[in-house]
């Protein structure tokens, strides 16, 4: 039997080193490629040593950034060397949705977007850019084949704002596991003892600076641990300068080696997510499947995610009110709640097997 080839776009590349899409296809590639002949398309500065093939799909390289203004660019010229030769396009994200009513009538590959929460939310962007990514949604909506929303209230969102069904998929979480903390002591001095953890960009709709300014002020017995982009931009560099020194704050650039990661995840007393835009998001449901009790700012996306089993906060007080209570707060049912509904839902391969179907059904 022939395989449907499959085209897979929009993020930096695999095997992954970046962020929650390029962990999506990296995990994805552990079954995808049964089923499909997979291409996916890769940064080409991003990988300097350039595979031929991984796990079974074909990678291809543009010369463009995968992220920021290029990332149209990016997006576009991948649309364009795939639509002619492949069944399904998985284009992730709508930076390059500008192309898809202009090669529709050229192909008949199947289009699927997946819109990645409101991107054209986000505080980072500038008038400009916040119009621009509203426009690329409607059209990426209006002329997908099919949309994918990765959480209840997004695809409530597409048929309110579209009138369009979506299919609802998540992200997978059993990827990472818990790592013991003995051999990292000496460099993580802190392991043993509690502390709140947060791993996330730098951005202001992830609320650092509030989570930040709320341990300067509350003296809990535990330092707040944070790993982020902290020189990606002017806004995580005042900060790191802000809050770098402060007695009860620890600050990290980012960790790539995932065992490193994952032992700072999965021994803290408490993980903080401070998210405010977009859907599910990969680094919560991570938290989840490593069984950490979680507080999370309270906006619809997070509670869908966490199924109103986590603590959430709305603002400074309420934040510093938690924190406050912190060992007084019920860990146990949070951990056995958070940890069953991530293994029951987050998995790769029920994840992966949503995607399967979806390209059968369109």
Request: aromatic share 14%; net charge positive.
């Given at each position: 039997m022939i395989k449907k080839k499959l085209a897979i776009l929009g993020i930096v590349g695999v095997p992954a080193n970046y962020g929650g899409f390029e962990t999506l296809v990296d995990n994805l590639l552990d079954l995808l490629p049964k089923f499909f002949d997979v291409t996916v398309f890769c940064e080409s500065k991003s990988y300097p040593e350039k595979l031929e093939t991984y796990k079974g799909a074909k990678l291809v390289y543009v010369n463009w950034k995968?992220?920021?203004?290029?990332?149209?660019?990016?997006?576009?010229?991948?649309?364009?060397?795939?639509?002619k030769s492949h069944d399904h396009i998985l284009l992730l994200g709508v930076s390059g949705a500008i192309m898809?009513?202009?090669?529709?009538?050229?192909?008949?590959?199947?289009?699927?977007?997946h819109i990645d929460g409101l991107e054209w939310k986000r505080d980072k962007w500038g008038w400009f850019a916040k119009k621009f990514l509203k426009f690329s949604e409607r059209l990426a909506v209006t002329f997908s084949d099919s949309v994918i929303s990765d959480n209840k209230h997004i695809q409530n969102y597409v048929t309110e704002e579209y009138g369009k069904d979506s299919f609802l998929i998540a992200y997978g979480a059993n990827h990472v596991s818990s790592v013991e903390p003995g051999p990292y002591q000496k460099k993580f001095s802190f392991l043993g003892s509690p502390y709140v953890f947060t791993v996330c960009r730098i951005e202001p709709e992830n609320n650092v600076e509030m989570q930040l300014r709320a341990f300067r002020e509350c003296e809990i017995g535990m330092p707040y641990v944070v790993v982020g982009n902290w020189n990606a931009n002017d806004y995580g560099m005042k900060l790191y300068?802000?809050?770098?020194?402060?007695?009860?704050?620890?600050?990290?650039?980012?960790?790539?080696?995932?065992?490193?990661?994952n032992v700072l995840?999965?021994?803290s007393f408490f993980y903080l997510h401070g998210h405010s835009a977009g859907g599910t998001n990969p680094s919560l449901v991570e938290a989840m499947y490593l069984g950490l009790p979680v507080i999370a700012y309270g906006v619809n996306y997070n509670i869908e995610t966490t199924f109103g089993k986590a603590l959430y906060f709305n603002d400074f007080v309420e934040l510093k009110t938690l924190l406050f209570q912190i060992r007084e707060l019920d860990r146990a049912a949070m951990i056995e709640d958070l940890s069953k509904l991530a293994k029951k839902n987050y998995s790769w391969k029920a994840i992966t097997k949503k995607y399967v179907k979806m390209f059968k059904l369109i």
């Amino acid at each position: 039997m022939i395989k449907k080839k499959l085209a897979i776009l929009g993020i930096v590349g695999v095997p992954a080193n970046y962020g929650g899409f390029e962990t999506l296809v990296d995990n994805l590639l552990d079954l995808l490629p049964k089923f499909f002949d997979v291409t996916v398309f890769c940064e080409s500065k991003s990988y300097p040593e350039k595979l031929e093939t991984y796990k079974g799909a074909k990678l291809v390289y543009v010369n463009w950034k995968a992220n920021g203004a290029q990332s149209i660019l990016y997006d576009s010229i991948s649309l364009l060397k795939s639509y002619k030769s492949h069944d399904h396009i998985l284009l992730l994200g709508v930076s390059g949705a500008i192309m898809i009513p202009l090669i529709k009538t050229f192909t008949q590959a199947k289009i699927v977007t997946h819109i990645d929460g409101l991107e054209w939310k986000r505080d980072k962007w500038g008038w400009f850019a916040k119009k621009f990514l509203k426009f690329s949604e409607r059209l990426a909506v209006t002329f997908s084949d099919s949309v994918i929303s990765d959480n209840k209230h997004i695809q409530n969102y597409v048929t309110e704002e579209y009138g369009k069904d979506s299919f609802l998929i998540a992200y997978g979480a059993n990827h990472v596991s818990s790592v013991e903390p003995g051999p990292y002591q000496k460099k993580f001095s802190f392991l043993g003892s509690p502390y709140v953890f947060t791993v996330c960009r730098i951005e202001p709709e992830n609320n650092v600076e509030m989570q930040l300014r709320a341990f300067r002020e509350c003296e809990i017995g535990m330092p707040y641990v944070v790993v982020g982009n902290w020189n990606a931009n002017d806004y995580g560099m005042k900060l790191y300068h802000e809050y770098s020194k402060v007695h009860n704050i620890i600050l990290y650039n980012p960790i790539y080696e995932m065992e490193e990661l994952n032992v700072l995840r999965s021994n803290s007393f408490f993980y903080l997510h401070g998210h405010s835009a977009g859907g599910t998001n990969p680094s919560l449901v991570e938290a989840m499947y490593l069984g950490l009790p979680v507080i999370a700012y309270g906006v619809n996306y997070n509670i869908e995610t966490t199924f109103g089993k986590a603590l959430y906060f709305n603002d400074f007080v309420e934040l510093k009110t938690l924190l406050f209570q912190i060992r007084e707060l019920d860990r146990a049912a949070m951990i056995e709640d958070l940890s069953k509904l991530a293994k029951k839902n987050y998995s790769w391969k029920a994840i992966t097997k949503k995607y399967v179907k979806m390209f059968k059904l369109i």
